[in-house]
């Protein structure tokens, strides 16, 4: 009886730790290099937690339902029918459905079958690549590398040379055009300005002219 406990016992165990490996796994989504999965992060602090971050979006999906009527219907729904939002794996039959349908599945892709049988047929035509071009192929990796790093190199001074090239342009737009705007702009004001002054001086000499 102490061996049936300890047997049930151990196997109760190691079923909980698939599962949580299985939980941390869809967690974290990494593995070690011997397949086990990574161990999340601590969280830095209480509210980066789990339980905090589901309570965060079932509020956050409680106020998206109050204020778009698609969403709420499809809660309702889920509420009323959950089993249309159950997924059937793809190793099972789904029930409900008669033989005729199921034939009709199966049928549709019939067309399917001889094409791929063709294209299997033809990886076995393809001919193997020869050892010493897959050898020179490698031996071209390190000069690739060069060659890549090089290009970046060289698109790196292409950006720097098209944001001195922007500046240049920028400068020369507000010292050519613009300063030499405002300095046409000054002369203009002052010619005007000389302008008023003679026709002034004139003016006077007309009238004095005439008085005389």
Same mark, same amino acid.
């Given at each position: ?9 151990? &196997? ?15 967690l974290?989504g ?26 965060r ?7 998206l ?44 892709? &019939? ?5 791929? &049988? ?12 020869d ?60 010619l ?5 002054e ?15």
């Amino acid at each position: 009886m102490t061996l049936e406990s300890d047997a049930v016992a151990g &196997a109760t165990i190691e079923l909980l730790e698939a599962r949580l490996r299985r939980l941390t796994y869809l967690l974290t989504g990494a593995t070690d290099w011997t397949g086990v999965p990574t161990a999340p992060e601590k969280p830095a602090s209480l509210d980066e937690t789990v339980s905090r971050k589901l309570a965060r979006l079932e509020r956050e999906l409680e106020k998206l339902s109050r204020s778009v009527p698609a969403v709420r219907d499809v809660l309702q729904l889920h509420d009323q029918n959950p089993d249309l939002f159950q997924t059937t794996p793809p190793t099972e039959i789904p029930q409900g459905l008669t033989t005729q349908t199921l034939s009709s599945i199966v049928l549709s892709y &019939a067309t399917a079958f001889p094409e791929t &049988a063709s294209r299997l047929t033809s990886l076995n035509d393809l001919p193997v690549p020869d050892a010493a071009s897959s050898t020179a192929l490698i031996e071209l990796q390190p000069q690739l590398d060069r060659l890549a790093c090089t290009q970046a190199e060289q698109a790196a001074t292409i950006s720097e040379l098209r944001v001195r090239s922007a500046r240049v342009l920028q400068r020369w737009y507000d010292v050519g055009l613009v300063g030499s705007g405002e300095c046409w702009a000054e002369w203009e004001g002052r010619l005007e300005d000389v302008e008023r002054e003679v026709r002034r001086g004139e003016v006077l000499r007309e009238r004095r002219e005439g008085e005389v």
